[in-house]
């Protein structure tokens, strides 16, 4: 299997535009999780689904952020408008149905200018 | 809610001596709990975990921790260590039957000195 996918792998953009982050899980996971890492607050969910359906999106810092899952085999996470505070790693795991280890993506490392 | 503590953010260790990484956690629920490896501009890749049963677990490269619910930690060991092995490394915890995200430390870097 191909591992998680993410793309791009390394966005540089101004303040103020629009960013979008892809992922595509493992085939046959169901579980997708977005998580964010930076220096000051290490590694945090932001968001996670189950079925495609988002079930706890308490950690999205604030309502710039958004993220969708429209079927089994894709995820966006969306930054509207960014901020130079949005610059961090942004990482995407799945897991499959009953499995408690999820597996991550190599990260989409994001500079807001 | 839970919560995980990692004691040291860096760890320098001779190479071929023991490796202990710390790790306390706190859960309002039976835990699951991870120890994730991260190497430079990459992902975490999952080194072991516990979930239920034998508190002692065993993972790739030579690495094991063991579950102590009376302390609640979940220290990582390794006898030996080896150049290989220096990287960020991060304990998780789940809940939930580990269904739920997973709540990380602030991660350990580990220093392997020749």
């Known amino acids: 299997d191909a591992g998680v996918i993410q793309s791009p792998r390394h966005e540089v953009t101004e303040m103020g535009q629009e960013v979008t982050l892809r992922c595509k899980p493992i085939?046959?996971?169901?579980?997708l999780f977005w998580y964010r890492q930076t220096m000051m607050r290490g590694l945090e969910l932001l968001i996670y689904?189950?079925?495609?359906?988002?079930?706890?999106d308490s950690g999205m810092p604030e309502d710039r952020f958004s993220a969708k899952m429209p079927n089994a085999s894709f995820s966006t996470l969306k930054i509207q408008p960014s901020e130079p505070r949005d610059s961090a790693v942004y990482f995407c795991a799945s897991s499959g149905t009953g499995q408690e280890t999820q597996y991550f993506g190599p990260g989409t490392r994001l500079l807001v200018l | 809610a839970q919560s995980v503590t990692q004691l040291g953010s860096h760890v320098s260790v001779s190479e071929g001596a023991l490796v202990l990484l710390r790790c306390n956690y706190s859960s309002s629920v039976p835990p699951y709990l991870f120890w994730y490896v991260q190497y430079p501009n990459q992902g975490l890749q999952l080194l072991l975990k516990y979930t239920t049963g034998a508190t002692l677990v065993k993972g790739i490269n030579g690495f094991e921790a063991e579950f102590k619910k009376s302390e609640t930690s979940f220290h990582l060991t390794k006898p030996s260590a080896h150049m290989s092995d220096a990287a960020e490394y991060f304990c998780?915890?789940?809940?939930?039957?580990?269904?739920?995200?997973?709540?990380f430390g602030k991660g350990t870097h580990l220093i392997i000195q020749p």
């Open positions: 689904f189950n079925n495609n359906v988002p079930i706890d």
């Open positions: 998780a915890v789940s809940g939930g039957g580990g269904a739920d995200g997973l709540t």
């Open positions: 085939s046959g996971h169901n579980s």
